[in-house]
T-cell receptor
Framework: GENVEQHPSTLSVQEGDSAVIKCTYS??????FPWYKQELGKGPQLIID?????GEKKDQRIAVTLNKTAKHFSLHITETQPEDSAVYFC????????????FGTGTQLKVEL | GAVVSQHPSRVICKSGTSVKIECRSL??????MFWYRQFPKQSLMLMAT?????????EQGVEKDKFLINHASLTLSTLTVTSAHPEDSSFYIC????????????FGPGTRLTVT
């Protein structure tokens, strides 16, 4: 089955700096890669996703890059703000919403003033 | 995005009793619903996948007779934890998807179960 590794487990940045979280996956058949933000006591919220037919996607301060050859993808947050502080999870899936997601282990991001 | 609700948000039950958690997709038809369990400071672990009108598919190590899942309609799935024990205390999260329309899974807000 699919295995997703995520690094780092914790990340502390100063407000305004960039944050990068990296994930690797094992199953070359995976073709959908979402990123979720989870605040304490709440369910995960999708913040951005990418499909295997593109290498990069951007939405305002958030971007995701995908390297299919190396089987890794990354989340980039620019101009970080205190409200970006949360746990971020990457995930991988095959063929899409009808198929199960395999989650990474999570990254606790703390944006300090 | 689409809205998924869960009820209750928190529940406390005594050891040996059963508790039911509801997951509803409020504004779309969910052909597939997923149930996850999350322990403190850990990732989400998939427990089972249910397709509307079919029996759920459980992940390895998840007892199907203990965690009963029903997905009788395109907007409602339920998870019943039977004969709950303290080790079942966890954060249970559902997600819903319509695989004909989108790749996305929409997550509910979670249910905090505490078994005393």
């Amino acid at each position: 089955g699919e295995n997703v590794e995520q690094h780092p487990s914790t990340l502390s940045v100063q407000e305004g700096d960039s944050a990068v979280i990296k994930c690797t996956y094992s199953d070359s058949a995976s073709n959908y890669f979402p990123w979720y933000k989870q605040e304490l006591g709440k369910g995960p919220q999708l913040i951005i996703d990418i499909r295997s037919n593109v290498g990069e996607k951007k939405d305002q301060r958030i971007a995701v890059t995908l390297n299919k050859t190396a089987k890794h993808f990354s989340l980039h947050i620019t101009e970080t703000q205190p409200e970006d502080s949360a746990v971020y999870f990457c995930a991988a899936s095959t063929t899409g919403g009808g198929n199960k997601l395999t989650f990474g282990t999570g990254t606790q991001l703390k944006v300090e003033l | 995005g689409a809205v998924v609700s869960q009820h209750p948000s928190r529940v406390i039950c005594k050891s040996g009793t059963s508790v039911k958690i509801e997951c509803r997709s409020l504004d779309f038809q969910a052909t597939t619903m997923f149930w996850y369990r999350q322990f403190p400071k850990q990732s989400l672990m998939l427990m089972a996948t249910s397709n509307e009108g079919s029996k759920a598919t459980y992940e390895q190590g998840v007892e199907k007779d203990k965690f009963l899942i029903n997905h009788a309609s395109l907007t409602l799935s339920t998870l019943t934890v039977t004969s709950a024990h303290p080790e079942d205390s966890s954060f249970y999260i559902c997600s819903a998807s319509n695989s004909f329309l989108t790749y996305e899974q929409y997550f509910g807000p979670g249910t905090r179960l505490t078994v005393t």
